[in-house]
């Protein structure tokens, strides 16, 4: 073929330029110059090189994900139903507390018919 190239493949979208390099850098510094604090440097900082690949930088972005998900729902794997002891434990708490309840309550019942019982004594 001529120019060297296969069919449907344009080399020069493989390169940049340094002008374009140039023109970014402006761009990058006018954007650095509206968010900029007074104690930030006057220059924008470089932009950090990743020499990773795509697949393993999203490979790491989805297992901190995963991680995330995980640790939100580790203390919900961690409770446990109850076992047969701690079962008939609280239901035997459960069953006093109410005989204590109807022993009260009969308590009562028992003082009120007493009173007037009496109350209607001191009428006749």
């Known amino acids: 073929m001529a120019g060297g190239g296969e069919a449907g493949v344009d080399l020069s979208r493989k390169f940049v330029s340094e002008a374009e390099l140039d023109k ?31 697949f393993e930088r999203l490979q790491e972005q989805k297992d901190k994900k ?7 729902f580790k203390f919900k794997n961690m409770v446990r139903g109850l076992d047969q ?19 009260t309550r009969d308590e009562e019942m028992q003082e009120l018919l007493e009173y007037r019982i009496s109350f209607c004594i001191m009428l006749v």
């Open 24 to 54: 970014r850098r402006q761009q990058r510094q006018e954007e650095w110059e509206k968010v900029r604090k007074p104690d930030d440097p006057e220059e924008a900082p470089e932009e950090t090189y990743d020499p990773r690949s795509l």
């Open 66 to 72: 995963q991680e995330e998900f995980e640790e939100q």
């Open 85 to 103: 002891d701690e079962s008939n434990f609280l239901d035997e708490v459960s069953r006093q507390q109410c005989l204590l309840e109807k022993q």
